[in-house]
């Protein structure tokens, strides 16, 4: 059974750093997995963040976090790194990290396509 546990989460002032951090077990070969993060505020509905290829290893950012948020992947340790600098009180929300096998490159914007989720880690911004 494929587990994802997220860590790094927690209370940062405009403009501060948080590095997310999601660990995968389950399966012998993230590697060819995607992998990605995703966010849900208060009221909305869950959105992309970021997401990094499993094969190739290329990056897709959501436009609102483009130059201030950075995705990698460390395939060796199963774990998909979020680096999260210049945060905005908009950034507030809970973060997911999400896997998945098999998608489709035009796909893998789209939360519906991952099959698995981790539990959540909040980001609060403080203005």
């Known amino acids: 059974q494929v587990q994802l546990v997220e860590s790094g989460g927690g209370l940062v002032e405009t403009g501060g750093s948080l590095r997310l951090s999601c660990v995968a077990s389950g399966r012998s070969n993230f590697a060819a997995y995607d992998m990605g993060w995703f966010r849900q505020a208060p009221g909305s509905e869950r959105e992309l963040v970021a997401v990094?290829?499993?094969?190739?290893?290329?990056?897709y950012d959501a436009d609102s976090v483009k130059g201030r948020f950075a995705i990698s992947r460390d395939n060796a340790k199963s774990t998909v790194y979020l680096q999260m600098n210049s945060l905005k009180p908009e950034d507030t929300a809970v973060y997911y990290c999400?896997?998945?096998?098999?998608?489709?490159?035009?796909?893998?914007?789209?939360?519906?396509?991952?099959?698995?989720w981790g539990q959540g880690t909040q980001v609060t911004v403080s203005s």
């Open positions: 990094i290829r499993g094969r190739g290893g290329h990056t």
């Open positions: 999400a896997v998945r096998s098999g998608g489709i490159l035009s796909t893998i914007r789209q939360s519906t396509t991952y099959q698995y």
